[in-house]
């Protein structure tokens, strides 16, 4: 509740003061309200405070975005999705909107987290500062997804035997880094994960895709790092010899010392994550029993284990957990906690995964800051 919505203004009735001025950004189309986002650049991180009450799924309101460049507007009637190469047994073969809407369509729940998601938790955590977009942790979002498979399209075109790559491309502006034209959004995705669970998304949380998110269409990959999902899908290169881009071959993979020279290979599946749904540093009152809530979320299948601590992780003790129906989405958990003195301390979860995966106490070092999987030391206050 925003406490500023009414005022008294010289001692007449009370009203609702005027919408506030909507919280736009130049790039991206929603509205940013500080009190849902934190902006950095020409993204924007979802606050997890925002995310206590707003029940399983993310809104699309309040879902963050990562954006390369600026949300482009596309007019899905003239859009058409083209895949070519020589992967296809034919030649290029392209779809309208309608054409995909009219394809059998399958509807999925799962996150989508973007690589650097606990950047900032590197320097705050481990005092290993590392360059790029500085999330805490709210570069993730779980929405339901509706479209096409991507193996059921790659079948209509006529993919031969002979693909094992295809790289998906966005329509939005050439990214340029320091000087260099990279080109347009692209990274390359294995034929096997494509045929596995690739959706093509032409909605989200049951309507049309939002500009910011894909509009008209974009691929969502199940469990893998944000990057592979593109938006403003506009053509799939279906190769029959191996691929890369800057996104594959020097961005999102893990550098420097302990990894291998030129990087570790390209990121795909994402770690076991938790957060709390509350503000950063949140603020208790003491002797008072206080519900807290978080999710917990893994690119390799269900969480099935979390537990929490609130002495540094001397003891632990396991939550309940409130969903168990969507193995790509994430798991909502919630506890009763009565701080005892005033005070600073830290809040602690840790999440275990159907493979056995448990989050560490230290996220592997690496020079862009991917891949923060450790558990985080959430601040708190106790009045
Ligand atoms: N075309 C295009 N696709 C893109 C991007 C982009 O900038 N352009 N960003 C990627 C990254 S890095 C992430 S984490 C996700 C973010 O999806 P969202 O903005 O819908 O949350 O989109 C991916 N797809
Ligand atoms: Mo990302």
């Known amino acids: 509740m925003d406490t500023r919505s009414t005022t008294v203004p010289y001692g007449g009735e009370p009203r609702?003061?005027?919408?506030?001025?909507?919280?736009?950004?130049?790039?991206?189309?929603?509205?940013?309200?500080?009190?849902?986002?934190?902006?950095?650049?020409?993204?924007?991180?979802?606050?997890?405070?925002?995310?206590?009450?707003?029940?399983?799924?993310?809104p699309d309101g309040l879902f963050f975005v990562r954006n390369h460049t600026t949300t482009p507007l596309i007019d899905a009637a003239a859009w058409r999705l083209t895949l070519w190469g020589?992967?296809?047994?034919?030649?290029?073969?392209?779809?309208?909107?309608?054409?995909?809407?009219?394809?059998?369509?399958?509807?999925?729940?799962?996150?989508?987290?973007?690589?650097?998601?606990?950047?900032?938790?590197?320097?705050?955590?481990?005092?290993?500062?590392?360059?790029?977009?500085?999330?805490?942790?709210?570069?993730?979002?779980?929405?339901?997804?509706?479209?096409?498979?991507?193996?059921?399209?790659?079948?209509?075109?006529?993919?031969?035997?002979?693909?094992?790559?295809?790289?998906p491309r966005g329509l939005d502006d050439d990214y340029v880094e320091a000087g260099e034209n990279l080109g347009r959004v692209r990274r390359p995705l294995p034929v096997a994960k494509a045929l596995d669970d690739v959706l093509v998304a032409y909605e989200m949380n049951g309507r049309p895709l939002p500009p910011d998110h894909g509009h008209p269409a974009r691929l969502v990959v199940p469990g893998w790092v944000g990057v592979a999902s593109i938006k403003w899908l506009g053509d799939i290169e279906?190769?029959?010899?191996?691929?890369?881009?800057?996104?594959?071959?020097?961005?999102?993979?893990?550098?420097?010392?302990?990894?291998?020279?030129?990087?570790?290979?390209?990121?795909?599946?994402?770690?076991?994550?938790?957060?709390?749904?509350?503000?950063?540093?949140?603020?208790?009152?003491?002797?008072?029993?206080?519900?807290?809530r978080g999710r917990s979320w893994s690119g390799r299948g269900r969480v099935v284990r979390?537990?929490?601590?609130?002495?540094?992780?001397?003891?632990?003790?396991?939550?309940?957990?409130?969903?168990?129906?969507?193995?790509?989405?994430?798991?909502?958990?919630?506890?009763?906690?009565?701080?005892?003195?005033?005070?600073?301390?830290?809040?602690?979860?840790?999440?275990?995964d159907e493979t056995g995966a448990v989050q560490p106490g230290t996220a592997a070092r690496n020079a862009l800051g991917y891949a923060f999987d450790a558990v985080v030391r959430h601040p708190v206050v106790v009045t």
Not at 31 to 44: E, K, S, Y
Not at 241 to 257: D, I, K, Q
Request: charged share 25%.
């Open 16 to 58: 609702r003061a005027a919408p506030a001025a909507p919280h736009t950004r130049p790039g991206i189309r929603k509205p940013l309200p500080p009190r849902l986002f934190a902006v950095h650049g020409t993204n924007a991180e979802t606050r997890w405070e925002a995310l206590r009450g707003a029940g399983y799924l993310t």
């Open 238 to 292: 279906v190769s029959a010899e191996p691929l890369e881009s800057p996104w594959s071959t020097r961005l999102y993979r893990m550098h420097g010392p302990g990894h291998p020279p030129g990087g570790g290979p390209p990121l795909t599946t994402v770690g076991v994550k938790s957060a709390f749904e509350l503000p950063w540093p949140a603020r208790f009152e003491a002797g008072r029993e206080h519900l807290l």
């Open 306 to 352: 979390v537990e929490v601590s609130d002495d540094e992780g001397v003891s632990w003790r396991p939550v309940r957990l409130r969903d168990d129906r969507h193995p790509r989405g994430w798991v909502r958990w919630a506890f009763p906690w009565t701080p005892r003195e005033p005070g600073g301390l830290r809040l602690l979860a840790r999440a275990t």
């Open 86 to 167: 020589d992967g296809l047994d034919g030649g290029p073969v392209s779809y309208t909107y309608r054409d995909i809407l009219g394809m059998p369509a399958e509807t999925v729940t799962a996150f989508i987290e973007c690589a650097g998601n606990g950047r900032r938790l590197y320097g705050e955590q481990q005092g290993e500062e590392a360059p790029g977009t500085p999330w805490r942790l709210g570069a993730v979002g779980v929405a339901r997804w509706r479209g096409v498979r991507l193996a059921t399209l790659l079948r209509r075109a006529g993919m031969s035997d002979r693909a094992v790559a295809l790289m």
